[in-house]
């Protein structure tokens, strides 16, 4: 498993989700990033079994963990209880959070720096 740090998005949308992942898989080709929309049947919703997976497949031993609102970001932080992964949950808006994430880790900025930016980013969520 690589030491890098990686990115798991969690949306109640497939769309959006999957359009997150999309957009920043732009400028972070080197970055792991993984995803996890909606319900196994295709609703609106969260899944923790389907982010559990995600958490799984990130090939990343750290993950900064974006999340939409209510019930993913509360099933993120169980599967990051449950986890030997660590997950950092970070309580930004979800395009503009992960973007920035994704390209200062593409761009080799140091953890710590990655994470100072996040927090000026963060929101009550």
Do not use: W
Not at 8 to 30: E, N, P, R
């Amino acid at each position: 498993m690589s030491k890098k740090t990686g990115i798991v998005i969690v949306s109640h949308s497939k769309d959006i989700a999957q359009g997150v992942v999309d957009l920043i898989s732009q400028v972070a080709t080197d970055v792991p990033i993984t995803f996890s929309g909606g319900t196994e049947d295709g609703r609106i919703g969260t899944s923790f079994q389907q982010i559990k997976e995600t958490v799984d497949n990130n090939a990343a031993d750290t993950l900064l963990g974006f999340f939409d609102f209510g019930s993913s970001k509360m099933n993120l932080e169980m599967v990051g209880e449950l986890s030997e992964k660590n997950i950092l949950m970070c309580k930004v808006p979800l395009v503009e959070g992960a973007y920035t994430a994704a390209s200062l880790l593409q761009a080799g900025v140091p953890f710590e720096a990655v994470i100072e930016q996040l927090r000026e980013m963060d929101i009550d969520k």
